[in-house]
């Protein structure tokens, strides 16, 4: 399907400016090159990257201005991945079929090289030093003042008010009782926030006016909460072979989740109201917005 | 002495704007606010904070746009202690005397409250919404190219190729036999990284002209090595009263450093002559170097 092909090529564009981004494997000090790469090529869906490029085509054409901030995106979200599996938090052994960051080189590298790739996502968006090609669209097509503001959404939306808040409120909430509303909380901060900021970057790249970013604002919000309800289904029915990692944590860990307090059912429902109401906030768009709607419907229904 | 005193007053507002800055100790959710604080406010000496405000008092007098870098910096300054001090780290139970952050915080708050202060310091340098008089300054003085230089430089600094690969670079030392080479290595990634990116930061903030920047570069070499001379002094033969901690731990880790390898007294030697060094190339700036040559005279000859 032709959507799904411009959408890989896209993918196919992350994956090697984030290649070229990265310091290379065999660069010194090397455990900590090679423990970046091990966890940033483990088989990431790229959902954020696709979100803030696909954010940008809704204003205009020039989306490639946006490779640097979507390969941000991503080290931000690899990184917090990789801090959240550390045996002081989830304590995952497992990630994408693969041993986790600190089970494949220890935990002082595992927690060196997530501070390595957060700090690596602001370089990407600020330093011309960086000699690569998408790097010098950005340098040359962006305003700076534009580049601040999508500093301050990505820094916003990955510190204390947005996912950290969400990843101590999430630890502090396992054990307990927990209410739909305190749910929500969490669900809003530690997985929506970063949805909302490559929503919003794209927009800003995409020199949108301030009611396009509005728009995407409010598509974002039931986005953000059918992305974590249909993580929180894939725990309970997933195919562990296409996840690559075990299922039924939350209930190992006395997880509440949405499908824990309301039943999978009543979660499902949820989940389809999210769905026909994050399309119908693209609507606006129109024609513009047809692989936006792909994007949305995979996310989704998708099964891994 | 009037030098100290003013001295003193920059490092008031330091602490003033830092507080600021800062979510409230009482901000949900307030725990990772509260570990964030602690460390903060854990009585640091505040030195690279005032290398980035007398590096741009070299240049002009409004040296207080210089405010919110010198907080980014010592937020990352801050964050990085905190995780070198995990137990994966190097395991550090106190600190300036008080429980390090993960006995006060627990592992998991610890790890996170870093990652926090880390992305508040990028924050601080672009954001607009934080409605503090130093940001109001700096949002309305530094012109946006400036500010996207001054993150690049602390990020550049704080990154994979800086401080992170000092202190991956450390940790793999441990126990082994290290030359001198690497051991210079280590320090100028771990310790000078961040000192040489404070001065440059100053002198950015300041309207250094480029032989400006190229001079500070050059008086940050000597003055970043012979910071970390000393804290291997001062773990041999230091107050620990003074200093809030054990001394000697170099040793019990096994851990090379200029004085192992050398002596005390080669060791001091050299620190004798990187300060020679050091202020040698301060000698250009004159009269208004005077607070950068009083600094400078305290890293080299500090007792805690």
Redesign the interface.
């Known amino acids: 399907m032709n959507v799904r092909h411009h959408w890989n090529e896209i993918i196919d564009l992350v994956e090697k400016a984030l290649d070229a981004f990265l310091?290379g494997a065999g660069e010194?000090?090397r455990?900590?090159?090679e423990a970046?790469r091990y966890s940033v090529f483990a088989g990431g869906k790229r959902i954020r990257p696709l979100l803030i490029i696909l954010a940008a085509t809704l204003f205009n054409d020039k989306w490639q201005r946006a490779l640097p901030a979507a390969c941000a995106l991503e080290l931000i979200h690899t990184?917090s991945l990789i801090?959240d599996d550390?045996p002081?938090?989830d304590d995952d052994d497992f990630r994408r079929g693969k041993p986790t960051a600190h089970r494949a080189f220890?935990?002082?590298?595992a927690?060196?090289s997530?501070?390595?790739l957060?700090?690596?996502a602001?370089?990407l968006?600020?330093?011309?030093?960086l000699q690569d090609a998408y790097s010098e669209i950005y340098r040359q097509e962006v305003?700076?003042?534009v580049?601040?503001?999508v500093?301050?959404e990505l820094?916003?939306a990955?510190?204390?008010?947005g996912m950290?808040?969400g990843?101590?409120?999430d630890?502090?909430a396992e054990g307990r009782i927990v209410e739909i509303e305190m749910l929500n909380e969490i669900n809003t901060r530690k997985t929506g926030a970063l949805i909302t900021a490559a929503l919003r970057c794209g927009a800003l790249l995409g020199e949108a006016p301030e009611r396009g970013l509005q728009q995407l604002s409010k598509y974002a919000l039931p986005l953000g909460r059918g992305f974590q309800i249909v993580d929180d289904l894939l725990d309970l029915e997933g195919d562990e072979a296409k996840m690559g990692k075990q299922k039924g944590m939350d209930k190992i860990r006395d997880k509440a989740t949405i499908v824990s307090l309301c039943g999978a059912a009543a979660a499902k429902e949820l989940r389809d109201n999210l769905y026909r109401e994050a399309i119908s906030e693209l609507a606006v768009f129109g024609e513009r917005a047809i692989m936006l709607q792909e994007l949305t419907c995979f996310i989704f229904y998708r099964d891994y």
Chains 1, 2 share one sequence.
């Open positions: 310091p010194y000090p455990k900590i090159n970046m990184y801090h550390l002081a938090m220890g935990e002082a590298a927690i060196l997530g501070d390595a957060l700090t690596l602001f370089s968006l600020c330093d011309d030093s305003p700076p003042a580049k601040l503001r500093i301050a820094a916003g990955a510190g204390v008010r950290i808040a990843q101590i409120l630890l502090e």
